[in-house]
């Protein structure tokens, strides 16, 4: 089987052309896996068009904070910037649901809405300004990991939660980054920050100050938005 890194090497291996699932609060980057249950006809339909092709669509967050959370409407304003996955789970469930799970490829850039005839959105893209997305591991050495793995101890010992270690110690840190961010419940401004950032460092950098900046909140009594 072609894993996904040898898969798409370039950009030109990617579809000019993605249906777009926006839904506030949801990111998705390389190598991170999204899970998601489809419900909604359009999405289902989407999902069919998907399967039959490339397997690839666009997650991309409405634009303003005050936006529905996946809107309808064809005229919703749409952010810019979104990540691009391919489908590398499908369940169908008894009850016409499907699970899905998609897993990061590229950010991408919108061009252009498409037309589809369906009831469903598409974009032109380009994954241009986002190249590096396809080089894994790129600029992992100059990650704080011994910070990030300090934060994240913090966080779950505050908490009261648990994790496995060996898990998290054998995880490359660009997985483990953009697992966290992409998990993350931070709000739709934050996460599309997390997803913009320029390079895997800068993305740690914002995580950890985003952490440690709960970490201040709880340390003053306040609700702690969970890592």
Known sequence: MVSIAERYRRPADLPS?????????????PGSTLPLNIFEPRYLEMIDDVMSGHR???????????????PAARDTAL???????RITSYQELDDGRLAIAVTGVSRFEIVGE???GKSYRAATV?????????TRGLGEERIDRPRLISVLRTYLTENNLDTDWNVIDRAPSEFL????????????????ALLEASDLKTRAEVLIALAEMDLAKFEQGQKVVLL
């Open 17 to 29: 052309r993605l249906p777009l699932f926006p839904l506030r609060g949801a990111i998705l980057l």
């Open 56 to 70: 690839m669509l666009g997650m991309i967050q409405p634009a303003g904070s005050d936006a529905e959370e996946s």
């Open 177 to 192: 980054i953009n697992a966290l961010c992409v998990m993350s419940p931070y709000g739709p401004e934050e996460k599309q």
């Open 79 to 85: 952010r810019r910037i979104g990540g691009a996955g």
């Open 126 to 134: 380009s994954y241009d300004r986002f190249a590096s997305d396809l």
């Open 114 to 116: 498409a037309e589809t």
